[in-house]
């Protein structure tokens, strides 16, 4: 049926019934669909796609986490659709805003990062008015402040007639996260299959998953030691002072520091006057944080791994920005001794040596085969890498994220893409990958996958195991060293995975009851609904509130929460602050963090001298909970510096505790000022005392895309305002930094009618 759809290219894919009974139910009403890892869901996709495109003016989106996975998902549409490979557009952050609202009119279906979208959606430049079907790949990340979730509420508000396919191999073990998937994305009906399910079995490969202990060597011992008489010394404090349980190295772990972390954090929160030795605590946790963090690093990925992150450590001690935790671990005698004995060592981990050694076996008994080769950190990744180039069959490839860490520029997009096309010819056949080749990437079948070290995520796990077995049977081995971190995370990874299956049988017996007339969804309505009230609600609360945004503003959270709360938003640039609220208010936000750095570079006082003269009404929004603990700065001079503010500078100053705090913030006082002060939202703030040469400056500022350093130019080209209203747009154009764009922009602010709207 589905598969002879004239929009389908003939004879491309293989008719499987789970698929065609799962597109025929995800057809009729919101689902997501979990299903193995290999076993088809993005042809699932396909059929639905397929079905769509016989509607009149309807479009679809295809939503993808990553951009190499919306390449990939694009590529495959152009393979097996048999419409117009143009009408099958990419979205990605590189495409102008111009370009893609003109795409997004012409396009039938748009590929693409939900990032992207989120944007287009924020400014307005986009609408889901006539999408009939929007996908969500890797659909489990559609939980708290995921671009996934903001894009559903929209569409729940724009979309005449909508439908959603989610789409995981691995949703999670956690029931109540499973139910925020489906309200989050506003599902109704859920699609399980196992590889146990008599309809998939048939095409279900064997995987033999064999885990190999390692011991550490008895050379680790006293460097081992070293640290954890350093941890147990911070550990004693931490307990003296009731922050944790047990002293003890061996019983304590990273989740027992973190609470530790947030113990104090509260306290200090809590008190008006914080006692000096919370932040003496504060200290001592980081601190402890990072020597638990260097033991496991040693441990479980070996003296190479170990040894990057000291001279890191040591190279940020050195700094101007450096913590306080940093610069006493550095001069702590027994790290120091560890430091040094840990360079005199000539061996590695044997895991080292244990990978290389399956890796040769796997090329001599199967020359032509892929394998990847796991690993939690870069610094191995690296090491391994170079390790397995002494193997004569064997052709080692790094394979790593986008994101710049250090030294490490990691890959673009376009290197990535090169090594897998490399791997699949040949020309690489073993890839040393982090978390990145973990989702959805078209990587070939695999022969063998190798953890370096186990995960304690079910997620991820199962994302890697995923990697082999999809057309021939495959090979997990997974290492894990005796008496580590490594041993909790592999039978905590194992009881997840063993809840998530439990879950979904939960899942799947309320299906039943569906199917009896029950609802199967009730639970869904027992989230906490604090951050789940639906956009009418919010729009009902803040109908025509308009907030001015500053476009350095405009990807975070902040904003996005009021998109959701039904706020009107105005990205502009500002000189001065980062949200009008009104003719009067004008608010700087800075983060705990932001706020430290500018104290300590000399910019703060300019800008908050410059908020002031701006507005008649300046705020500053501190955001954060951990300002005296954030840097190693005398609390004295964090205390002078707000004390000046609010004092000296006439600014009130308002804490929140994060993004959604401060949204909450904006929206009421934008709400308060606009409904009940009736005062209009102004594009800029108004300075209270200018020079003429000021006043003329802030006025030709006002003009679209000019800055102040253009304002200056056009001024002294032009000699007065009025010659700049009249001139021409080949006129405009004669001053440096003014192209055809911006001169014709000028142009139409100048000569267009105003219109009460």
Same mark, same amino acid.
């Given at each position: 049926?589905?598969?002879?759809?004239?929009?389908?290219?003939?004879?491309?894919?293989?008719?499987?019934?789970?698929?065609?009974?799962?597109?025929?139910?995800?057809?009729?009403?919101?689902?997501?669909?979990?299903?193995?890892?290999?076993?088809?869901?993005?042809?699932?996709?396909?059929?639905?796609?397929?079905?769509?495109?016989?509607?009149?003016?309807?479009?679809?989106?295809?939503?993808?986490?990553?951009?190499?996975?919306?390449?990939?998902?694009?590529?495959?549409?152009?393979?097996?659709?048999?419409?117009?490979?143009?009408?099958?557009?990419?979205?990605?952050?590189?495409?102008?805003?111009?370009?893609?609202?003109?795409?997004?009119?012409?396009?039938?279906?748009?590929?693409?990062?939900?990032?992207?979208?989120?944007?287009?959606?924020?400014?307005?430049?986009?609408?889901?008015?006539?999408?009939?079907?929007?996908?969500?790949?890797?659909?489990?990340?559609?939980?708290?402040?995921?671009?996934?979730?903001?894009?559903?509420?929209?569409?729940?508000?724009?979309?005449?007639?909508?439908?959603?396919?989610?789409?995981?191999?691995?949703?999670?073990?956690?029931?109540?996260?499973?139910?925020?998937?489906?309200?989050?994305?506003?599902?109704?009906?859920?699609?399980?299959?196992?590889?146990?399910?008599?309809?998939?079995?048939?095409?279900?490969?064997?995987?033999?998953?064999?885990?190999?202990?390692?011991?550490?060597?008895?050379?680790?011992?006293?460097?081992?030691?070293?640290?954890?008489?350093?941890?147990?010394?911070?550990?004693?404090?931490?307990?003296?002072?009731?922050?944790?349980?047990?002293?003890?190295?061996?019983?304590?772990?990273?989740?027992?520091?973190?609470?530790?972390?947030?113990?104090?954090?509260?306290?200090?929160?809590?008190?008006?006057?914080?006692?000096?030795?919370?932040?003496?605590?504060?200290?001592?946790?980081?601190?402890?944080?990072?020597?638990?963090?260097?033991?496991?690093?040693?441990?479980?990925?070996?003296?190479?791994?170990?040894?990057?992150?000291?001279?890191?450590?040591?190279?940020?001690?050195?700094?101007?920005?450096?913590?306080?935790?940093?610069?006493?671990?550095?001069?702590?005698?027994?790290?120091?001794?560890?430091?040094?004995?840990?360079?005199?060592?000539?061996?590695?981990?044997?895991?080292?040596?244990?990978?290389?050694?399956?890796?040769?076996?796997?090329?001599?008994?199967?020359?032509? !085969?892929?394998?990847?080769?796991?690993?939690?950190?870069?610094?191995?990744?690296?090491?391994?890498?170079?390790?397995?180039?002494?193997?004569?069959?064997?052709?080692?490839?790094?394979?790593?994220?986008?994101?710049?860490?250090?030294?490490?520029?990691?890959?673009?997009?376009?290197?990535?893409?090169?090594?897998?096309?490399?791997?699949?010819?040949?020309?690489?056949?073993?890839?040393?990958?982090?978390?990145?080749?973990?989702?959805?990437?078209?990587?070939? !079948?695999?022969?063998?996958?190798?953890?370096?070290? @186990?995960?304690?995520?079910?997620?991820?796990?199962?994302?890697?195991?995923?990697?082999?077995?999809?057309?021939?049977?495959?090979?997990?081995?997974?290492?894990?060293?005796?008496?580590?971190?490594?041993?909790?995370?592999?039978?905590?990874?194992?009881?997840?995975?063993?809840?998530?299956?439990?879950?979904?049988?939960?899942?799947?017996?309320?299906?039943?009851?569906?199917?009896?007339?029950?609802?199967?969804?009730?639970?869904?309505?027992?989230?906490?609904?604090?951050?789940?009230?639906?956009?009418?609600?919010?729009?009902?609360?803040?109908?025509?509130?308009?907030?001015?945004?500053?476009?350095?503003?405009?990807?975070?959270?902040?904003?996005?929460?009021?998109?959701?709360?039904?706020?009107?938003?105005?990205?502009?640039?500002?000189?001065?602050?980062?949200?009008?609220?009104? !003719?009067?208010?004008?608010?700087?936000?800075?983060?705990?963090?932001?706020?430290?750095?500018?104290?300590?570079?000399?910019?703060?006082?300019?800008?908050?001298?410059?908020?002031?003269?701006?507005?008649?009404? @300046?705020?500053?929004?501190?955001?954060?909970?951990?300002?005296?603990?954030?840097?190693?700065?005398?609390?004295?001079?964090?205390?002078?510096?707000?004390?000046?503010?609010?004092?000296?500078?006439?600014?009130?100053?308002?804490?929140?505790?994060?993004?959604?705090?401060?949204?909450?913030?904006?929206?009421?006082?934008?709400?308060?000022?606009?409904?009940?002060?009736?005062?209009?939202?102004?594009?800029?703030?108004?300075?209270?005392?200018?020079?003429?040469?000021?006043?003329?400056?802030?006025?030709?500022?006002?003009?679209?895309?000019?800055?102040?350093?253009?304002?200056?130019?056009?001024?002294?080209?032009?000699?007065?305002?009025?010659?700049?209203?009249?001139?021409?747009?080949?006129?405009?154009?004669?001053?440096?930094?003014?192209?055809?764009?911006?001169?014709?922009?000028?142009?139409?602010?100048?000569? !267009?009618?105003?219109?009460?709207?």
């Amino acid at each position: 049926m589905f598969l002879t759809n004239e929009y389908i290219k003939k004879d491309t894919v293989e008719k499987r019934e789970y698929q065609i009974n799962i597109a025929k139910s995800a057809l009729k009403e919101n689902s997501l669909v979990v299903l193995p890892t290999g076993l088809g869901k993005t042809i699932i996709a396909l059929i639905l796609i397929a079905e769509q495109l016989t509607k009149d003016n309807k479009k679809i989106l295809f939503l993808a986490p990553t951009k190499p996975l919306v390449l990939q998902h694009a590529q495959f549409l152009k393979e097996f659709l048999t419409i117009n490979p143009e009408e099958i557009t990419v979205f990605t952050g590189e495409i102008s805003p111009l370009k893609r609202t003109y795409l997004w009119e012409k396009s039938k279906i748009i590929v693409s990062t939900p990032q992207v979208i989120e944007n287009d959606l924020l400014s307005k430049k986009i609408n889901l008015e006539n999408f009939s079907l929007v996908i969500f790949d890797e659909a489990h990340h559609a939980v708290g402040e995921y671009s996934y979730v903001f894009i559903s509420e929209i569409y729940k508000q724009q979309g005449k007639e909508r439908l959603i396919l989610g789409i995981t191999a691995s949703p999670g073990n956690d029931l109540t996260k499973i139910l925020e998937v489906c309200k989050n994305l506003d599902i109704k009906n859920i699609e399980i299959r196992t590889k146990q399910d008599p309809d998939v079995k048939p095409y279900v490969h064997d995987v033999q998953i064999k885990w190999i202990e390692i011991q550490l060597p008895k050379d680790f011992a006293y460097t081992i030691q070293l640290l954890k008489k350093a941890l147990s010394n911070r550990l004693k404090t931490l307990k003296e002072m009731n922050f944790i349980e047990t002293a003890s190295v061996n019983l304590v772990n990273k989740t027992n520091l973190l609470d530790a972390q947030k113990r104090i954090q509260a306290e200090i929160k809590g008190s008006i006057t914080p006692a000096k030795a919370l932040f003496q605590a504060a200290t001592i946790q980081s601190e402890a944080m990072k020597i638990h963090y260097a033991l496991e690093l040693l441990q479980t990925q070996g003296v190479y791994a170990l040894k990057n992150y000291f001279k890191r450590m040591t190279n940020e001690a050195k700094s101007k920005s450096s913590t306080k935790s940093s610069r006493i671990i550095t001069t702590d005698n027994d790290v120091i001794e560890a430091i040094a004995f840990l360079n005199s060592l000539k061996i590695e981990h044997p895991k080292v040596e244990e990978i290389s050694k399956i890796v040769k076996q796997q090329l001599q008994e199967k020359p032509d !085969s892929r394998i990847i080769v796991f690993t939690h950190y870069r610094d191995t990744s690296a090491y391994i890498s170079k390790e397995l180039e002494n193997i004569k069959q064997a052709k080692p490839a790094k394979f790593i994220g986008q994101a710049i860490k250090k030294e490490d520029k990691g890959l673009t997009q376009k290197q990535q893409a090169e090594i897998i096309d490399k791997f699949k010819k040949g020309e690489y056949n073993v890839l040393i990958a982090t978390s990145v080749a973990e989702e959805g990437l078209d990587i070939p !079948s695999t022969d063998l996958v190798v953890f370096y070290e @186990p995960i304690p995520s079910e997620i991820r796990a199962i994302q890697r195991r995923g990697r082999t077995a999809r057309k021939t049977a495959g090979k997990v081995i997974i290492l894990i060293t005796k008496g580590t971190s490594d041993e909790g995370y592999y039978w905590s990874a194992k009881r997840k995975e063993k809840r998530m299956k439990s879950e979904l049988e939960t899942i799947r017996l309320a299906l039943r009851k569906k199917i009896e007339g029950k609802n199967p969804f009730e639970n869904i309505e027992k989230i906490d609904k604090t951050n789940q009230k639906t956009l009418t609600e919010y729009q009902k609360k803040q109908e025509n509130v308009t907030i001015i945004v500053d476009q350095r503003e405009y990807r975070s959270n902040v904003v996005r929460n009021l998109a959701i709360k039904g706020v009107i938003i105005e990205p502009q640039q500002l000189d001065v602050g980062d949200y009008i609220l009104s !003719s009067r208010i004008g608010v700087e936000r800075k983060s705990t963090e932001d706020f430290l750095s500018s104290l300590i570079d000399g910019k703060l006082f300019r800008q908050i001298q410059r908020l002031r003269d701006s507005y008649s009404r @300046p705020i500053l929004i501190l955001e954060g909970e951990n300002l005296f603990t954030h840097r190693n700065m005398n609390h004295n001079a964090i205390y002078g510096s707000l004390a000046s503010i609010s004092v000296d500078y006439g600014i009130p100053i308002m804490t929140t505790k994060d993004e959604l705090e401060t949204a909450n913030l904006l929206s009421v006082i934008a709400k308060r000022e606009q409904k009940e002060e009736k005062k209009a939202v102004a594009i800029r703030g108004e300075k209270t005392q200018m020079s003429l040469n000021e006043r003329q400056q802030f006025l030709v500022e006002g003009l679209p895309n000019i800055s102040a350093i253009l304002a200056r130019r056009l001024l002294l080209h032009f000699g007065s305002i009025r010659d700049i209203a009249n001139a021409t747009e080949e006129e405009l154009q004669e001053v440096n930094g003014i192209g055809k764009n911006i001169a014709s922009e000028i142009i139409r602010v100048l000569n !267009s009618n105003y219109l009460d709207k």
